[in-house]
């Protein structure tokens, strides 16, 4: 059979674009389908109306919505469109993905999180298992991340530091606030190991791509410099100079075809317009990100595929997870400041960047032996004045306030006082009660059935959360901070997904073998986050992009095998 292209790639983002690039190099055909439009460095302005309260970089969820399912007190549970709640899980639906609006924290996992099960054993209701692959076999490939994508930072002796290949990151750190210091000072005093946090930004300028120009405009904005490492600035934008790729944006694939093999035969898809086309390709690889990947798949049945394609083992879609954590903020008033500390905290634009990895594993009486802890990453807020501004419409009895009341509270929030805030991130672990199905009922624009997925954490995942957070919180307290607090909740930040289509070796309880291929197809990869059997206790982003550089290795190297 004649097939148009080496290669059909559904989805462009972290997952997709290391593909997508390497096979561009090796001088193979490449078809990109991205259901989302194709935005470039100049449509990125920093619009607070687009970014965060218009769907235009969503999708609208009138047209495209989810169903999502969470637990009640009385132990049912109620399924909800989040076209009614508003709550979206839908990112970043553009050429590079959400990739495009990351912030860009780039943490490796540790060699640890790779034997969860094997290092800390089994936990009550959670669906804990080794990975098929080691830090090791990934290691080469997070190194070749930071160098071709472009992560600046510093790396720092502590503890828990992953072995390492390079001896440091490739650019050095951004810019700071004044703040950073204030953190380091209070964590030596503590013992604690204060540590430069790696960002796919660009410190220094690279090719075509810009310096960071400080706008701090970064999670939920494009970046209009092009530093940030996104999919579309930094793959898919070389991708394309090599004149092997073609990506085809406003197209949603709606099924993948098999043959009677089993073996994907044809991508079927809308175009803009609406019309309904097809195309093949020598192999396919789907990346549209965990609950989107695993709709298309348990949607993609066939003669050999009759519950979706992977489903063999009834494993598609399920062992959903997210990133469990917590966030926190201390105050620092200017009224107890002098006039230099003032104006040292108080300038825009510039970066926190410090993390703590102190507590990534700990022991502690609380819990049952070693555990696994995870991450706190220090931060400014967001910079949507917006949203900042609409949380101070409520007084401490949670009165609403306006007129001068409303505007003097606004007033000190933002003028006289600076806040400094925490995320805790730690593993959301896989159970029986999180998962992606098709709904029966409900159906997107097209008539396609949406994405139903069941949410649902463990008590462990929560206090694992609460404890970092009360580590956390100690060293603002030690920095002079006041009106400290901290919030733990099982509420799934939405950026943050993965699972539903885990590797492993064992066809019975996985979706993918161990470089990714759907067990029983020949020719079809998942490289999104689909992939993680766990999440790990970072952000998932920069692991995605190296399992995506790994696989799209084994690949061209198995087309050479195979002649």
Not at 87 to 101: E, H, P, Q
Not at 160 to 178: G, H, I, K, M
Not at 262 to 275: C, L, M, Q, R, T
Request: one cysteine or more.
């Amino acid at each position: 059979m004649m097939s148009d292209f080496d290669l059909c790639v559904v989805g462009s983002g972290a997952g997709a674009a290391p593909i997508i690039f390497r096979f561009a190099e090796a001088g193979k055909k490449v078809l990109v389908l991205e259901k989302g439009p194709w935005f470039t460095k100049e449509d990125f302005a920093k619009d607070e109306l687009v970014a965060s309260r218009r769907s235009v970089y969503t999708p609208n969820l009138k047209d495209e919505p989810q169903v999502i399912e969470e637990e009640m007190n009385d132990g049912s549970w109620e399924a909800e469109s989040n076209f009614d709640s508003g709550w979206d899980f839908w990112n970043g639906n553009m050429v590079g993905g959400s990739s495009n609006l990351m912030s860009g924290y780039f943490h490796r996992l540790k060699p640890k999180d790779f034997r969860l099960l094997s290092e800390f054993g089994p936990i009550e209701g959670a669906n804990v298992v080794d990975w098929p692959i080691s830090y090791d076999d990934l290691e080469p490939y997070y190194a070749m991340v930071e160098a071709i994508v472009g992560v600046s930072g510093k790396v720092i002796d502590h503890p828990f530091q992953e072995p390492r290949s390079t001896p440091d990151f490739p650019y050095p750190p951004l810019a700071v606030n004044d703040m950073s210091l204030w953190i380091d000072k209070a964590c030596e005093a503590m013992g604690l190991h204060s540590l430069p946090t790696p960002r796919a930004i660009l410190s220094l300028p690279e090719d075509k791509r810009n310096a960071c120009y400080y706008s701090n405009f970064c999670g939920s904005y494009g970046c209009s410099s092009d530093a940030k490492g996104s999919a579309r600035a930094a793959l898919l934008n070389k991708a394309l100079a090599t004149g092997n790729v073609e990506i085809r944006p406003q197209s949603k694939v709606f099924r993948l075809e098999s043959d009677t093999d089993g073996n994907i035969s044809a991508v079927h898809y809308y175009n803009e317009k609406g019309e309904s086309l097809s195309v093949s390709a020598l192999e396919y690889v789907v990346a549209c990100q965990a609950i989107e990947t695993s709709r298309l798949l348990l949607a993609s049945t066939g003669i050999k595929h009759p519950n979706g394609i992977g489903n063999h083992s009834g494993q598609l879609g399920k062992n959903l997870i997210f990133s469990a954590g917590g966030t926190g903020q201390g105050d620092f008033l200017f009224d107890e400041l002098s006039p230099d500390q003032i104006e040292a905290i108080d300038r825009p634009g510039l970066f926190i960047n410090r993390n703590l990895q102190d507590w990534y594993y700990f022991e502690d009486e609380d819990f049952n032996g070693p555990t696994k802890g995870g991450l706190i990453d220090f931060l400014w807020r967001h910079s949507n004045g917006i949203t900042r501004a609409n949380i101070q419409k409520k007084d401490d009895d949670g009165n609403l306030v306006w007129g001068k009341a409303l505007k003097r509270k606004m007033e000190f929030y933002f003028k006289r006082s600076r806040h400094l805030r925490f995320e805790v991130f730690n593993d959301w672990l896989p159970n029986d009660n999180c998962f992606v199905s098709l709904d029966p009922e409900v159906k997107d624009k097209w008539g396609d059935p949406v994405a139903k997925f069941r949410i649902a954490y463990l008590e462990h995942d929560l206090k694992v959360g609460r404890y970092l957070s009360r580590k956390a919180v100690t060293v603002l307290e030690e920095m002079g901070a006041k009106n400290v607090y901290y919030s733990v909740g099982g509420s799934p930040p939405a950026n943050l997904q993965a699972g539903g289509c885990r590797f492993g070796n064992n066809p019975e309880t996985s979706v993918l073998d161990a470089n990714c291929k759907v067990h029983g197809v020949s020719n079809l990869h998942v490289t999104d986050g689909s992939f993680m059997p766990t999440g790990g206790s970072v952000p998932y982003t920069f692991t995605i992009y190296a399992n995506a550089f790994r696989v799209a290795d084994k690949m061209l190297e198995n087309r050479k095998i195979e002649g």
